[in-house]
């Protein structure tokens, strides 16, 4: 009984997992209207002789007001709502039965945004009766628990009828709804749409990084798992990839490896 209960109920530790996952970094070029709202912001800590001269994530506790503004600039950027249609539509092109499991940050924007271009491209809800369009579901906040259950009950069962097949591919989740589920056994394409940053507890932002991809990434997985990461960049200024420094404080091993410890 103790060996089913320590199988089947697992923490969210994708470090006591062996299976293989590949990491897809995206990157996507940022609008111009982000990039002149980001040189504004930059505009103003050059003022301030006491703010260094390149942009770092010590910022957030230098200036939290700037850095705030720059996260939201960032996270609301319409072009990695594209890069999201794209891709979803890419990987159900090569596979119609697949599911696939978005996580984006619930403040700043990155979670309306997503959802705002998957409403656009996309068919939501249960049994609708269109092959034309890929199907999604979200869950948020806002929606009854009884009705989150469903959702995930609905998501992560295994097509069996011919009607399942109108039941949705996508789900939309919040990283602070990334405990607890498995969907293992309906796909193996997890999409982190943007870098989770917290700022007052950063270990905390990396534990639910690790959870969402152990969303697929865990036992019971038969297929090698594909982590999608969407990183906000310019193609000639690098000044501005925030996107990356928070990737790279969120994936260095040892941070992981403290973020998912006993």
């Not at 809800?125 to 609905?154: Q, S, W």
């Not at 990461?229 to 310019?234: K, S």
């Amino acid at each position: 009984a103790q060996r089913y209960i320590k199988t089947s109920v697992q923490r969210n530790r994708t470090t006591e997992y062996t299976g293989s996952k590949s990491l897809n970094i995206i990157p996507v070029q940022m609008t111009a209207a982000t990039y002149a709202e980001m040189k504004k912001l930059k505009k103003q800590l050059d003022k301030d002789p006491k703010n260094p001269a390149t942009l770092s994530l010590m910022l957030a506790e230098t200036n939290r007001i700037v850095w705030k503004n720059m996260l939201k600039t960032i996270s609301q950027d319409e072009n990695r709502g594209k890069e999201l249609v794209k891709l979803i539509q890419k990987i159900n092109q090569a596979d119609k039965k697949t599911k696939i499991v978005i996580f984006a940050p619930y403040d700043c924007g990155a979670y309306d945004i997503a959802l705002k271009a998957l409403q656009s491209h996309c068919v939501e809800g249960f049994d609708v009766d269109d092959d034309k369009k890929i199907h999604f579901e979200y869950i948020d906040d806002t929606k009854p628990a009884e009705t989150r259950r469903e959702i995930i009950r609905l998501y992560s069962s295994i097509d069996i009828s011919d009607g399942d097949r109108f039941n949705p591919r996508v789900l939309l989740l919040p990283f602070s709804h990334a405990a607890g589920h498995n969907f293992q056994y309906v796909g193996k394409d997890v999409i982190l749409y943007a870098p989770l940053w917290k700022a007052s507890d950063p270990v905390e932002a990396i534990a639910r990084e690790q959870q969402a991809i152990g969303r697929v990434f865990r036992s019971g997985q038969v297929n090698s798992v594909n982590v999608y990461r969407f990183l906000l960049t310019h193609e000639k200024d690098k000044t501005f990839d925030i996107d990356d420094m928070i990737f790279r404080q969120n994936t260095k091993k040892e941070n992981i490896e403290a973020a998912c410890s006993e």
